[in-house]
Structure formats: C-alpha cells, structure tokens
C-alpha cells in the first residue's frame, strides 16, 4: 500500500510524538518515578500495589489511569470522532492540551500530585484525538503499538508479501519522534527541572495553531465544509 498521507497527519503525528515522548520522561525523571503515558505499566504497578495491600501507591496509580481516561473523554466530547478527518476541531483539542501542560509545571514544581494528573489528563486527550487515517493507526502517545506493526510489516516483507509502506514509514516516524522527544525532555529536565514541560505546551499550542490556519484556508478554498 503506497498510498500518500497527507503533510499535515505527517506533521501532526511527528510533533504530538515528540510531545508524549518529553512528558512522559519528565514525569519518569521527575515526580516519583511515574511514567505519564504508560498505562500498560501503570496497571502492572497497580495489580502490584493491590497485592501487596498498598493503598496510598493504588490510589495514586488509579487516578492516574482515570486522568488518562478523563483526558479522552473531553476529547470525544470535543472532536467526536476517532478517525483522523480534516475539519474536526483538534486545534481547540490541542489548546485545551497545552493549557494543561502548562498549568502542571507549578503542581510539579510544588510536589503536588495534581501535577502528574493534569499532564495524563492532557496526553489522554491528544492520544484520543484520532485512532485511525486511512486504515492506519495513528497512536502519538506510546510506541507499543508502533513496534508490533514494525515488526508485523517486516515480517510480510521477509514472506515477499505486499508491503504496506504507508503504515512503515509512520511507524518509524512516530516511533523516532518520541525517542527524539525523549532524548529533548530529559536534557532539558537536567537543565530546568519541571519547566521542561512548557516545550511541550508550546509545542502543542503551535501544532493547534498551525492546523487552525491550515483549516481555515482549506475552509475557504471550499475543499472541506464549515
């Protein structure tokens, strides 16, 4: 499959990777170990924490799964679709993203739990956001995912089977951009602590903003409805 993506799910995808990739190191790095975009070990910490009758670490871990959750509910609120279209209203999503990004540096800076769950809040809403594009995945806020469909394409070009190189090329560039983002947040974490995460907030707000211009003008050329 060769079909082409369109530039703006190329660049969204890239930038809203990078995003996940610094918050999640920031978080990691910062406020007690705890990976902000990482449910699958979330949860595995929670069955953990349950077992052995922790109920401060459950609590904790529980919130932070229901922040992500919370975070894709007001995006299905907002968006109200989970299939990538140009039109719907991710700019307003990624505002409301980068406003929550920003508004939990002072909670972090502060120790206050409430830090780590505003940032869920905003990773679970960019990470709802869209599910799928023209038949590929689309997933910016972990790299799980991405891996196994690696993995699964390259299998199918070891079988001389039909590659599909558009679902490739945007794993790598998802998988990529979050390692970059990564690599970016935990530089900066050494160097400005917590303040990391207003990169990432401006970034978000930037992509929102970049997508709101390139949607209006698509709005008045007549190529997309109102």
Request: hydrophobic share 55%; glycine share 12%.
């Amino acid at each position: 499959m060769t079909e082409r993506l369109a530039t703006w799910v190329w660049v969204g995808a890239s930038a809203l990777a990078c995003v996940a990739g610094m918050v999640n190191v920031v978080g990691y790095l910062g406020f007690e170990h705890q990976a902000i975009t990482h449910l699958t070990g979330t949860t595995s910490l929670l069955g953990a924490a349950l077992a052995r009758g922790d109920a401060t670490a459950a609590w904790q871990l529980a919130a932070m799964i229901a922040a992500f959750v919370g975070g894709a509910l007001l995006s299905g609120l907002l968006v109200q679709d989970s299939v990538l279209r140009l039109g719907r209203r991710y700019g307003v999503a990624l505002a409301f993203e980068a406003a929550l990004l920003a508004a939990a540096v002072t909670l972090f800076e502060r120790g206050s739990f409430a830090g780590p769950l505003l940032a869920a809040v905003a990773i679970g809403l960019q990470n709802a956001m869209a599910t799928t594009y023209s038949g590929a995945i689309v997933r910016t806020s972990h790299v799980s995912g991405m891996f196994t469909d690696l993995g699964i394409t390259l299998g199918h070009a070891l079988r001389g089977l039909p590659v599909a190189r558009r679902r490739l090329w945007l794993c790598l560039v998802i998988i990529a951009s979050f390692l970059a983002g990564g690599v970016a947040g935990a530089l900066l974490f050494g160097v400005v602590q917590y303040r990391a995460l207003y990169l990432p907030a401006l970034l978000t707000g930037a992509t929102g903003l970049t997508y709101a211009i390139y949607r209006h003008r698509q709005i008045a050329a007549g190529r997309i409805a109102p």
